[in-house]
C-alpha cells in the first residue's frame, strides 16, 4: 500500500509556529534531534503494511530517510489538491491501487505497529472512507496537556486523527464538498454544516451517536464510510501550536533517552558475560560399587 505524506504547509510569519520554522516548511521543524517528518517517515518504514512513500511538498534536496522508495511530488497549492496528486502518482505507479494512507508530517509518536493496526481495522469491510477519531479520555490519559479540541457526541467526546485509509475513488468524486470539508478539517461542527443545518444541530445538542452520525453523513455524501476509533493516542497527537510541539519533543526525547539506557544495559551485560572465566566442571571420579561376598550359612 501506497502512504501519501502531505507536508506543503509553510507557517507565516503571523503563525505561533513561525519562529521554530523560520520561513521553511513546518514538517521540517526539529523535534528530538531530527526533521518532525523523519519520525513519520521512520513508522511508515517500520510498517509491514506500507509498499512505498509518496512525499508532497518536499523535494530530494532535504535529504531524508528511508529505506522504502520515496516518490517526490512538489506542493499543489491545496490539501486537496495535493492528495488528488498523490492518489494519481499511486495509480501511475501501481494502476491496480485501490486504497492509499493519507498521511500528516506533524504526527512524530506515530508508530509502525500502529499503522499495521489502521490497516488490519480497515480490511475488516470494503468501505470507501475510513476516518479515524480519538476519545477525548484517550488522548488526556496519554497526553494530559494537549489541549486538543473535542466534539461532544451522545456517546462519546472525541477529537480526529491525522493518519487515514480512503479508496483511490475519494479522490475525483464530490471535489468541490471535500475541498471545503477538508479545509475545515479543525472543527468539526464547521463541517457538519457543510453537509446540513440538522447534523450541525444534532451535533450541537449532543443528539446523535457517532455511529449515527457517520451513516447521516455518508447517506448525504454518497459514499460508504466508516469511523475508526483509535485506543492509541499517537495518531491523532499533531503539531498546531508551540505548546504540542514542546510537548512531543519532551515526549520523544524521553523515549530516545530511554532507549539508550536499555541499549547501554544490553551491552554492559554482553560484556560481563564475555569476560566472565569459564568454569570447567569436574567431573567426580566413579564409585566403586562393591559385591558383598555371599557367605554360606553356618551349620
Excluded at 475525483?172 to 478539517?185: A, M, Q, V
Excluded at 457517532?210 to 503539531?239: F, T
Amino acid at each position: 500500500m501506497y502512504a501519501i505524506v502531505t507536508a506543503g504547509g509553510i507557517p507565516q510569519p503571523e503563525d505561533p509556529l513561525y519562529i521554530y520554522s523560520k520561513g521553511d516548511s513546518k514538517a521540517l521543524i526539529d523535534i528530538a534531534g531530527k526533521p518532525m517528518i523523519q519520525w513519520t517517515l521512520d513508522a511508515l518504514n517500520a510498517a509491514r503494511e506500507v509498499e512505498a512513500i509518496i512525499l508532497i511538498g518536499l523535494s530530494a534536496k532535504t535529504q531524508l530517510t528511508s529505506a522504502k522508495p520515496i516518490h517526490h511530488i512538489s506542493n499543489q497549492g491545496r490539501m486537496l489538491a495535493n492528495i488528488v496528486a498523490g492518489v494519481n502518482k499511486a495509480l501511475e505507479l501501481n494502476k491496480k491501487t485501490e486504497y492509499v494512507l493519507v498521511v500528516s508530517s506533524d504526527i512524530p509518536a506515530l508508530k509502525g505497529e500502529m499503522v499495521d493496526w489502521l490497516v488490519d481495522a480497515c480490511k475488516t469491510t470494503q468501505d470507501e472512507m475510513y476516518y479515524g477519531v480519538c476519545p477525548r479520555a484517550v488522548m488526556e490519559a496519554r497526553y494530559p496537556n494537549s489541549k486538543r479540541t473535542y466534539t461532544r457526541l451522545k456517546d462519546i467526546e472525541l477529537c480526529g486523527a491525522d493518519i487515514h485509509m480512503t479508496h483511490v475513488r475519494m479522490a475525483t468524486e464530490h471535489l468541490d464538498l471535500w475541498e471545503r470539508l477538508i479545509g475545515n478539517r479543525k472543527s468539526p461542527l464547521t463541517q457538519a454544516s457543510i453537509v446540513g443545518l440538522d447534523t450541525f444541530w444534532k451535533i450541537f445538542t449532543r443528539g446523535i451517536t457517532l455511529e449515527e452520525l457517520v451513516a447521516h453523513l455518508s447517506n448525504r455524501l454518497g459514499i460508504k464510510g466508516r469511523a475508526i476509533v483509535w485506543e492509541r493516542a499517537e495518531p491523532c497527537m499533531d503539531v498546531d501550536k508551540p505548546h504540542q510541539l514542546e510537548l512531543l519533543r519532551a515526549d520523544l526525547e524521553s523515549q530516545q533517552a530511554k532507549e539508550k539506557r536499555a541499549v547501554k544495559a544490553a551491552a554492559r551485560k554482553a560484556a560481563v558475560k564475555e569476560s566472565a572465566p569459564a568454569h570447567k566442571t569436574l567431573k567426580r571420579p566413579a564409585q566403586r560399587t562393591t559385591t558383598k561376598k555371599k557367605t554360606a550359612p553356618k551349620k
